[in-house]
């Protein structure tokens, strides 16, 4: 090779180098100011402590964006858990409302689909495929009630692991045996649940009409007050 050669060469890669660190430093920079706007619509709505609570949310996803799923579920399941627990009527002043998960945080609680919400979206924002996900409505035994709890799905064909509120600890389904599943759906799907296993497919989850309304609202610029402040 000779000198020009080199010099070219040269003059490509260093041209590179520059073009790939603006980019990743442009990333960067969108990334924070999108993170700087959803504290300060956190601080704005429901006040400073909102705002911290907001800045370690946003912590954990950014630090453990290359951990391992099992870590990534512990997090974020002992994160939201964190929080309280509130009925709809009390808190919002509506029999059945589904928070989006900046509206969780910022109130400092919910109900149980508002955690189980919460910790589907974030895991999808730490890279856990949305297949691998199902938000899960069951029946309580213990408490006689419905209940709302995240399935985990290792692969395709394995029991999941259930993430819920009630009982802090991460276990097989098979473990829970006070839940009987109902349905469950991810942003794709909606299934009729059969005991412990994977289910019957029964449609898109844009069926589910909360679920629909609450995609529409995942921005912060409409973020709904409480009728009770929790702190």
Same mark, same amino acid.
């Given at each position: %090779?000779?000198?020009?050669?080199?010099?070219?060469?040269?003059?490509?890669?260093?041209?590179?180098?520059?073009? +790939?660190?603006?980019?990743?430093?442009?990333?960067?920079?969108?990334?924070?100011?999108?993170?700087?706007?959803?504290?300060?619509?956190?601080?704005?709505?429901?006040? !400073?402590?909102?705002?911290?609570?907001?800045?370690?949310?946003?912590?954990? %996803?950014?630090?453990?964006?290359?951990?391992?799923?099992?870590?990534?579920?512990?997090?974020?399941?002992? =994160? =939201?858990?964190?929080?309280?627990?509130?009925?709809?009527?009390?808190?919002?002043?509506?029999?059945?409302?589904?928070?989006?998960?900046?509206?969780?945080?910022?109130?400092?609680?919910?109900?149980?689909?508002?955690?189980?919400?919460?910790?589907? =979206?974030?895991?999808?924002?730490?890279?856990?495929?949305? !297949?691998?996900?199902?938000?899960? %409505?069951?029946?309580?035994?213990?408490?006689?009630?419905?209940? %709302?709890?995240?399935?985990?799905?290792?692969?395709?064909?394995?029991?999941?692991?259930?993430?819920?509120?009630?009982?802090?600890?991460?276990?097989?389904?098979?473990?829970?045996?006070? +839940?009987?599943?109902?349905?469950?759906?991810?942003?794709?799907?909606?299934?009729?649940?059969?005991?412990?296993?994977?289910?019957?497919?029964?449609?898109?989850? !844009?069926?589910? &009409?909360?679920?629909?309304? +609450?995609?529409?609202?995942?921005?912060?610029?409409?973020?709904?007050?409480?009728?009770?402040?929790? &702190?």
């Amino acid at each position: %090779m000779n000198c020009k050669s080199r010099k070219i060469i040269l003059t490509l890669l260093t041209t590179l180098i520059l073009f +790939l660190g603006g980019s990743l430093l442009y990333v960067h920079a969108q990334s924070m100011i999108n993170n700087q706007k959803i504290i300060n619509a956190l601080i704005r709505n429901y006040g !400073e402590r909102a705002g911290k609570r907001g800045q370690a949310w946003l912590n954990i %996803m950014a630090q453990y964006q290359e951990s391992s799923e099992a870590e990534k579920l512990f997090k974020v399941n002992n =994160f =939201f858990n964190m929080l309280f627990f509130i009925d709809d009527i009390k808190l919002w002043g509506e029999k059945n409302y589904w928070a989006t998960p900046v509206e969780f945080i910022g109130v400092n609680g919910g109900d149980c689909e508002d955690f189980a919400i919460a910790k589907y =979206f974030t895991l999808l924002e730490l890279g856990v495929p949305d !297949e691998k996900m199902r938000i899960t %409505m069951v029946k309580a035994v213990t408490l006689n009630q419905y209940h %709302m709890v995240l399935a985990y799905y290792k692969t395709p064909g394995s029991v999941p692991t259930i993430l819920d509120n009630i009982d802090g600890i991460i276990k097989p389904a098979t473990q829970r045996k006070d +839940l009987i599943p109902i349905y469950s759906f991810n942003g794709k799907q909606l299934w009729l649940n059969k005991e412990k296993g994977q289910g019957v497919v029964a449609g898109k989850s !844009e069926r589910l &009409e909360r679920w629909t309304n +609450l995609n529409q609202r995942m921005g912060v610029s409409n973020m709904k007050q409480p009728k009770l402040r929790m &702190e």
